[in-house]
């Protein structure tokens, strides 16, 4: 039996659409928030309540994805694809270099970022799924898992 998550397929593919420009905006590139996107899992609390349920994130398999997100920005370094949302400063080539000094840009504020993003990623999606009807559904089926 399918569980919740295969059931609103649909609405993620719409809101990976609507996130864009919030990834295009942050310091991570698309291929890294591909990364951060497999590491993260959602579930919905109080699923048996409809109207007081909110989508979580459970975020703690992200730190172990942390350093495989700094490879890709190095790789792509590497290639020379920089362009928006590929440094993890958003100050391109100087700012890595900086970074790899050790100025700036630590570990910690790129995961708050990952996980700040993460969390409005769920609740555009929690939005999009009320708008559409399709958050009642979620919900009677999360209950039932």
Known sequence: MADWKDRVVGE???VDDEFGEQIEASSFSRQQ???IMTAVEFRIENPGDPENARL???TGKL?????????VEKQMA?????????TSSGEGF????????????????RYEEAEALVREYAELLQE??????RWSEACRVAADE
């Open 78 to 86: 590497s290639m020379g694809a920089g362009g928006g949302g590929s």
């Open 128 to 133: 999009r799924l009320e708008e559409n009807g």
């Open 12 to 14: 993620r593919m719409r």
């Open 63 to 71: 730190p172990q994805v942390m350093s495989e997100i700094d490879n």
């Open 56 to 58: 979580t994130v459970d």
């Open 94 to 109: 100087l700012g890595g270099v900086k970074r790899a000094l050790g100025f700036g840009g630590g570990e910690d504020e």
């Open 33 to 35: 928030w591909g990364l």
